[in-house]
């Protein structure tokens, strides 16, 4: 797999100028490969089924690296944020877009309902469950939660034809809990319950099982009405935690 040069391009295509962009960056392309461990990272490589290559930082080597690369710099703006996300996911190693990751799920309160194609950029782009789960939950999510008017793009999101399109859109009311909108989530399950693929299949019993949480009753009960419907994948996960 990897990252292809058609979605480096893609992801550096109107970055917008940030000089806190061009600080971080030149802070963090320096720390990150002076810790590189290039034993780890093809084990790295290997378990995330070459999705990208791999500097082989460990998560709490790289948060306090991180913690460095941060150190003085004032909070951002969203077009900050948007140089910072784009470039490091212009950059090869994963380990970046960690960062990125990591960066806008601190700074999501700063960007307005404009960043959300960003977000798409960046799900669409070296596409895995690493970092568009993340990006689902928190950077998405919240985005759509600050604005209401959103939740027509993620209408549009579930039908779309990229899974990890898709799979945002399922995943993106995770840390709702009691202002979950039930009737979207479960039509939005209803809508993915034939796709073939594990990870919409996955994301669907995630969903589910989250929001069983808040209300297991409503669950179990959408499940029974829609017996049939649903992967044996999708239902062991949505009721694995409050049973039948």
Known sequence: MGVTEKETAGATAGVPHSALADT??????????AAADPERAASMRAY????????????????????????????PGEADCTAVALRC???????YQYFAVDYLRRHTGRCSSAFLPVTRRLITSGSWWDTVDLLAAHVVGALVAADPALTADMDRWIADDDLWV?????????????????????????????????????AIGWA?????????????AFLARESGRFAPLSVREALKNVGA
């Open 24 to 33: 971080l960056l030149a802070r963090l392309t320096t720390a990150y490969p």
């Open 166 to 202: 898709a799979r945002t859109a399922l995943l993106h009311q995770l840390r709702y809990k009691e202002h979950t909108d039930a009737d979207r989530l479960f039509g939005y399950c209803l809508r993915q319950s034939g796709h073939p693929d594990f990870f919409i299949r996955k």
């Open 48 to 75: 995330m089924k070459d999705i990208a290559p791999f500097l082989g930082l460990t998560t709490p080597v790289r948060r306090t690296l991180s913690r460095t690369v941060l150190a003085g710099t004032p909070r």
């Open 89 to 95: 996911w212009a950059l090869p190693e994963r380990e």
């Open 208 to 220: 589910l099982r989250e929001y069983a949480k808040t209300d297991p009753d409503a669950v179990r």
